[in-house]
């Protein structure tokens, strides 16, 4: 029973303590979906993005960011990303015209 505890608690404490930050969701970002971003534009392969919005929602052992794009044609795309572990997953990648 000790080492269930001891185990759950190196396990929470190392959720709270690598949960990634907005740069490495840029990185994933860039690295998972194509487009890279700096500042309120975004390139994804040659056509340029205006970033509409961004949301972070900080939780206590875990995070989600996100990013609504809308390219020059009008079509919107949002991606957002639940970090764990110092990195994200997909959670939302939805193009919508």
Known sequence: MIFFTFALIIFLLTLLLSKPSPE???KWLSSKHGIECFGDKCINGGDKIT????TIDDYFLINKMGVKLQYDDGSVLIIE???IFGT???FTANLGI
Request: glycine letters at 16%; proline letters at 0%.
């Open 51 to 54: 970033v509409v919005d961004r």
């Open 24 to 26: 490495n969701f840029n």
């Open 81 to 83: 990303g639940l970090g």
């Open 88 to 90: 994200f997953s997909t």
